[in-house]
T-cell receptor, first 111, second 117 residues
Framework: GENVEQHPSTLSVQEGDSAVIKCTYS??????FPWYKQELGKGPQLIID?????GEKKDQRIAVTLNKTAKHFSLHITETQPEDSAVYFC??????????FGAGTRLTVKP | SAVISQKPSRDICQRGTSLTIQCQVD?????MFWYRQQPGQSLTLIAT?????????ESGFVIDKFPISRPNLTFSTLTVSNMSPEDSSIYLC??????????????FGSGTRLTVV
């Protein structure tokens, strides 16, 4: 089955700096790669996703890149703000019921 | 996008007892998913619940320990049976959400934080 590895486990940045979180996956057949943000006491919330036929996707301050050959994808957050502080999870799937999540990255944005 | 109401939001239970968690969705969905998130850990799929059929459990999870009901297309329950402290976790229900802003992906409930003492 799919195995997703995520790095780093914790990340601390100054407000205004950029943050990058990286994930690798094992199953080359996976074709959908979402990113979730989980704030304290809440369920994960989908913030951006990318499909295997696209190399990069942007939405305001966040972007995701995908390298299918190397089987890795990354989340980029620019101009970080304190409200970006949360745990971020990457995931990979081929079908709707086989999504596998990375271990999570705790991002802290210091004012 | 789908709105999920999950109850209870938290509970403290005695070992050996059972707790039933409810998940209500504001729209009809084919599949509902139950996840466990142990403290500081990632999300692990427990089972997939389809209406009208038995739930499909992932490796390491069994029906006797985590019975699931799915009586209709908007509701599901997960029971954590004969609890021990190792069952202390956040339990999350989730649905496929094709109507969300990104057109795909899962929407999660806010979770049930279970502490077993």
């Amino acid at each position: 089955g799919e195995n997703v590895e995520q790095h780093p486990s914790t990340l601390s940045v100054q407000e205004g700096d950029s943050a990058v979180i990286k994930c690798t996956y094992s199953d080359s057949a996976s074709n959908y790669f979402p990113w979730y943000k989980q704030e304290l006491g809440k369920g994960p919330q989908l913030i951006i996703d990318i499909r295997s036929n696209v190399g990069e996707k942007k939405d305001q301050r966040i972007a995701v890149t995908l390298n299918k050959t190397a089987k890795h994808f990354s989340l980029h957050i620019t101009e970080t703000q304190p409200e970006d502080s949360a745990v971020y999870f990457c995931a990979a799937s081929l079908t709707i019921n086989d999504m596998r999540f990375g271990a999570g990255t705790r991002l802290t944005v210091k004012p | 996008s789908a709105v999920i109401s999950q109850k209870p939001s938290r509970d403290i239970c005695q070992r050996g007892t059972s707790l039933t968690i409810q998940c209500q969705v504001d729209s009809q969905v084919t599949m509902m998913f139950w996840y466990r998130q142990q403290p500081g850990q990632s999300l692990t799929l427990i089972a997939t619940a389809n209406q009208g059929s038995e739930a499909t459990y992932e490796s390491g999870f069994v029906i006797d320990k985590f019975p699931i009901s799915r009586p209709n297309l908007t509701f599901s329950t997960l029971t954590v049976s004969n609890m021990s402290p190792e069952d202390s976790s956040i339990y999350l229900c989730s649905v496929e959400d094709r109507e969300g802003p990104l057109g795909y992906g899962y929407t999660f409930g806010s979770g049930t934080r279970l502490t077993v003492v």
